[in-house]
């Protein structure tokens, strides 16, 4: 059989296949709205029954009698209807009319399509049937008191949400195919898909709004018998209580955008979101999620990925279904694009209600697109936004319970890296969720319409399709693995910043400064590499997948050309509007497995740091005070940091401490002195016994934690300001006399770790701290080791001997002279209880502890020397009491009371703001930031060329699209002007051509952006590491941190691409008006104001709100 006889063989077939799809349209199409009403109506009305004979059967059969509240009986609960619950119902009796009307007609022996008369009857008949149910149903949610709507009642509007949609697509088709009139019923039914419209906005967010006023007039939602305790003291969430029109207009944000052009927004003056998106309440519902994981499958410790899914598959479902909508809708256009060419050419034989319905149906498609599509893409924001505020509350309840070991390798700045750039790569992932359900939707349309227009070529164009999507799999393979290096090198380069940041005071005094910017140069030379790599492999992908709607094309008309099918200008257009549609699958896909890679090893690295050992939650038994005699109790104990070898650290403790005793633990250097009040806090591993701790517990340990704020904020640590409590505490810690030191006394400011302060005061601080707390039992790890004698003296009497005296208190000291006013003395040795008893008991014992009691006296005598000497010569005062160390060098404490005097002044001077809140840009980025970023590498010779690619790509684009449209024939019976090989030919050039200025601009955009972020980090590291130590008081560890990790990470892999995707989005909008205005210049009329608007939306508020994110972002990270 010769090639002729083939392609007359599949003519045949293709004729003979479109005379089949003709006939079957002519016989069931007509009908078929009519078939899907029934089904679906036979289906609410069975469930309805079903549902309805349930709940009274279950009334009837357990015999409950239902007793009215007496409350509500006698006074009534009044009702506040809302917006919400009044279009539901006028929603439902316009339907319901509607329908009857169109019945009556029905019955009057008006014309329908349908040819079952009985069925159309039916239909209707059914109809009406169902919405009085609904409005009837509507209207007894006010009776049963209810803040949602059921969930059958949704399902409902949700289903007759789509038989509108395919009602009104069929009626569509059907004038449009046979050129008929317009009739009542046709106005019936678009009227019937907007109040459709409505009501499935509604469903989807399931609230009533209802708002129900209790007899004493308090008005508040009927949370199910919960009270609100989140709204106290909260501003009002402007999204919480928007409308269902605000929510599809995201009008509710008109608030804040007023307030937003008048002046620069504050972190005060933007509303507080809605309950369900706080953090603590998704954080919660997340950790509900994880304990129900691990109920189900058994396990203690089980991954994050099954949560994840529990957590995020509501949100990501009513996502998906506004995601598919959108991406079916956005095909209409070219579906319909050939029967517009059509209509234009056969415009003095067609009625002109055809080219309006066409028209209505190209501007009724893109509001349903760009609705659907604004709100999955608000919607895919929002739930990646839930899912960043559990993870991150994750990460940092972790970190409060993490084992010894696990702390160990885990350091500060590979926790910040989890918490900022791990969680946006999981939370982009939730971005290009849609994608996945877009995609076949996407394709199977885009072959349809080709298959429709081109028969047999749509093979050739799946086949094209599916052969550039192969190209991903080992790119996508490539690209995990670049990624994985880059996080490894971004923690480790992170992990070094982080300790360099926390170790300068020594780096500067050691002047190392040059040895350690080396140091992190040659690890961001490291990661520098793998991000190269990366940003190849990307330009390449860049071509590849711009290049490809261009690649299927071409092979598309070739086939049609070989299969000798005819191509109208109508079927070329159609095909190029459908060749670009497919672009967006097609690009996406890159960016969708990108994301996937990304997002995987990401997830990995969370989930990994989630699974590290915890602290034994269960290794302290809590026992209410009336059924325990002791405050503390343990029995047996045996103690390890490190549970994988065999060494224990404390080893057969046996303690029992009654309540309001005073314990002293004393020792030698790693004797096991804080790890037996770890034991007591739950922070080491439990081997074996059992401890019992009766009360609330408070520690101090050894080394001080301050927290970057002021005094009082650090003592109150987030309790309520009771004064007298508060003096007496301040008095108690002895610092009354340093708060006269300081202008603003306790307001004023502490550096971060206290680096303005002592250590003495940084001690009785903390101690305070811990005072405040009024708690049972208090931990004390050598509270007296950073303070001189008379001020710890004056410590133990007031404090401990004080206004704890009533309190149980067990204390590590290595100072003799508060060991004989203990109740009871613990001597530690080799991780074992020595000696216990009191002062004199153990002085008896003789087996060494007063060799130790010895050394301290001879010690403390030294010390009581030198401090009568100067004592005698000059007396005491308040300021060297407060600021002298722990010491027995009389110079080195003169030395220390300088240092802090001149403490004392700064802060004076700066009125009691030591660490100033990070400045952030007001209005508009100045353009010098911009010239600045794009001047910075080789004084920006880059910018033309790459500007000049896109340009030649957008031109090339233009010129293909217009080639192919002028070439073809406007109809099959107009002859081509060209042959069609040489059409394809000066197509196939100018295509290659402009896939050639992509891969131009894709390189040269990830050579000048890498370049660009690794100057500016140069640049940074050499000031942060060149600064004064003053600097570093000031500024805020987290601070310094942010930049390095999130913001270079911005920089790294996004700025560059964004300012292109401008620069290229605004050279395409600027061909394609230069193009639509040779033919429509009106449409400047539209340009114009959009764009306007754009610019004053990002100048009064877009701005505002994203400087902002980096200086609140940082307050978390300074905890780590």
């Not at 079952?116 to 007894?140: D, F, N």
């Not at 926790?415 to 199977?444: G, K």
């Not at 008309?557 to 005819?566: L, N, S």
């Not at 890679?597 to 990995?604: I, L, P, T, W």
Request: aromatic share 10%.
């Amino acid at each position: 059989m010769g090639w002729e006889d083939m392609l007359d063989f599949q003519t045949a077939i293709n004729f003979r296949l479109l005379q089949f799809q003709s006939e079957w349209l002519q016989q069931n199409l007509p009908c078929l709205s009519e078939h899907t009403s029934v089904v679906m109506q036979l289906s609410f009305l069975g469930i309805s029954v079903l549902h309805f004979l349930k709940n009274n059967m279950d009334l009837i059969c357990k015999r409950r009698t239902k007793f009215p509240d007496q409350g509500t009986e006698k006074h009534g609960i009044g009702v506040r209807f809302s917006t919400t619950h009044k279009t539901s119902m006028a929603c439902s009796l316009f339907l319901m009319g509607t329908h009857f009307v169109v019945l009556l007609l029905l019955l009057n022996g008006s014309v329908t399509y349908c040819n079952h008369k009985l069925r159309a009857y039916l239909s209707e008949s059914m109809q009406v049937i169902s919405w009085t149910i609904s409005s009837v149903a509507v209207y007894w949610i006010v009776t049963i008191k209810s803040i949602k709507f059921p969930w059958l009642l949704r399902a409902w509007w949700l289903c007759n949400f789509f038989l509108s949609i395919i009602s009104v697509a069929v009626d569509t088709h059907l004038r449009i195919t046979y050129h008929g009139e317009l009739r009542l019923q046709d106005y019936a039914g678009f009227l019937s898909l907007l109040a459709s419209v409505c009501l499935f906005g509604i469903s989807i967010r399931g609230k009533t709004g209802l708002t129900f006023i209790v007899p004493n007039g308090i008005t508040e939602p009927l949370l199910n018998g919960k009270s609100d305790k989140h709204s106290e003291g909260k501003k009002e969430s402007l999204y919480g209580k928007a409308t269902l029109l605000q929510l599809i207009t995201f009008s509710w944000l008109n608030p804040l955008f007023a307030v937003g052009i008048k002046k620069p927004l504050q972190p005060d003056e933007i509303p507080d979101v809605d309950i369900k998106d706080s953090a603590e309440f998704l954080s919660h519902s997340f950790d509900e999620r994880l304990k129900y994981v691990k109920e189900r499958d058994g396990i203690t410790n089980p991954t994050i990925y099954k949560t994840m899914i529990l957590f995020i598959w509501k949100k990501a479902t009513i996502n998906a279904m506004f995601a598919v909508i959108s991406a079916g809708a956005s095909y209409v256009g070219p579906y319909l694009i050939d029967d517009f060419v059509k209509f234009l050419n056969e415009k003095n034989t067609r009625s002109l209600q055809s080219g309006y319905i066409l028209a209505l149906a190209f501007l009724g498609a893109k509001m349903v697109e760009m609705i659907t599509q604004r709100q999955w893409i608000f919607g895919a924001r929002q739930l990646g936004l839930h899912l960043r505020a559990a993870l991150i509350s994750q990460i940092y309840k972790k970190g409060l319970v993490l084992s010894s070991k696990s702390r160990q390798s885990h350091t500060s700045g590979e926790v910040i890296n989890y918490m900022s750039v791990d969680i946006q790569r999981v939370t982009d992932f939730i971005w290009y969720l849609n994608i996945i359900w877009m995609m076949p939707v996407q394709l199977s349309l885009a072959i349809y319409i080709l298959h429709t227009n081109l028969g047999m070529g749509s093979v050739a164009t799946l086949a094209a399709t599916f052969a550039v999507l192969l190209c991903n799999i080992p790119m996508t393979t490539i690209q995990k693995g670049y990624q994985t290096r880059i996080m490894e090198a971004k923690d480790t380069r992170m992990k070094a910043t982080s300790e360099v940041l926390r170790s300068m005071k020594t780096i500067k005094l050691q002047a190392w400064d040059t040895q350690f910017l080396h140091k992190l140069e040659s690890l961001r030379k490291i990661e520098y590499d793998w991000l190269w790599k990366s940003l190849r492999l990307f330009a390449i992908g860049a071509f590849v997948f711009w290049g490809s709607p261009t690649f299927i094309s071409v092979v598309t008309f070739g086939a049609c050309m070989f299969m000798g099918i005819e191509l109208t200008a109508g079927r070329v257009l159609s095909a190029l509007a459908t060749f670009r549609m497919l672009q967006d699958p097609i690009f996406n896909l890159p960016d969708l497995l990108s994301a996937i890679a990304q997002g995987k090893v990401s997830a990995d690295r969370v989930a990994s740091y989630l699974q590290e050992d915890e602290i034994q939650q269960d290794s302290i038994e809590h026992v209410p005070k009336d059924q325990m005699e002791f405050a503390i109790e343990i029995e047996n104990g045996k103690f390890s940091w490190d549970t994988v070898s065999s060494s224990i650290t404390l080893d057969s403790i046996q303690l029992k401490v009654k309540r309001g005793m005073k314990v002293a633990i004393c020792g030698t250097v790693g004797s096991g002195k804080s790890s037996l009040l770890s034991s007591i806090l739950g922070e080491i591993q439990k081997v074996s016994g059992t401890v019992k701790i009766s009360g609330t517990k408070a520690y101090v340990p050894q080394s001080p934690w301050i927290l970057t704020g002021n005094i009082r904020e650090n003592i109150l640590f987030g309790n309520a300001y009771d004064r007298d409590r508060y003096d007496r505490t301040i008095k108690a810690c002895a610092l009354e006399k340093d708060f006269e030191l300081f202008s603003c006394g306790d307001l004023t400011e502490i550096g971060e770790r206290g680096i303005n302060m002592s250590g003495g005061q940084k001690q009785r601080i903390q101690i305070a701290r811990a005072v405040y707390q009024d708690a049972d039992i208090y931990l004390l790890d050598d509270p007296f080791s950073a303070v001189d004698a008379h001020t710890g003296t004056q410590l133990f009497e007031d404090c401990m001997m004080g206004i704890l005296r009533e309190k149980t208190i067990l204390y590590v000291t290595h100072q003799v002279e508060f060991l004989p006013a203990a109740d009871y003395i613990l001597v530690m040795k080799d991780g074992k209880i020595a000696q216990a008893g009191r002062f004199e008991e153990i002085l008896r014992q003789n087996i060494g502890f007063e060799l130790l009691v010895g050394a301290h006296s001879r010690a403390l005598g030294s010390i009581l020397t030198v401090e009568n000497t100067n004592a005698t010569s000059q007396g005491p005062t308040p300021e060297d009491e407060s600021n002298i160390e722990s010491t027995s060098n009389a110079e080195l404490q003169q030395t220390r009371h300088e240092s802090e005097h001149n403490l004392s002044l700064e802060i004076t001077e700066k009125e009691g703001k030591l660490v100033q809140d990070e400045e952030r840009e007001k209005g508009s980025i100045g353009k010098e930031v911009y010239w600045s970023y794009l001047t910075t590498v080789k004084g920006g010779v880059l910018i033309p060329i790459i500007l000049l690619a896109q340009s030649s790509f957008q031109i090339l684009q233009v010129a293909s699209n217009y080639w192919m449209a002028w070439a073809s024939p406007p109809t099959s019976e107009t002859e081509p002007k060209l042959e069609m090989s040489s059409i394809l030919l000066v197509y196939v050039l100018l295509a290659v051509g402009s896939s050639l200025c992509v891969l131009l601009r894709s390189s040269l955009v990830a050579v000048a952006g890498l370049s660009t972020a690794q100057k500016l980090f140069t640049n940074m590291l050499h000031s942060v590491l060149r600064a004064p130590m003053s600097f570093f008081d000031s500024t805020p560890t987290g601070r310094i941190l942010n930049r390095a990790s999130t913001d270079q990470s911005v920089l790294d892999l996004e700025m560059a691409n964004k300012l292109g995707w401008c620069a290229f989005s605004i050279i395409q909008i600027l061909g394609t008006i230069a193009v639509m205005s040779q033919v429509a210049w009106e449409v400047f009329v539209i340009f114009i104001p959009v764009t306007a608007v754009c610019i004053w939306y990002q100048r009064c508020c877009h701005i505002e709100l994203e400087s902002l994110l980096p200086v609140l972002h940082q307050n978390l990270q300074a905890q780590i």
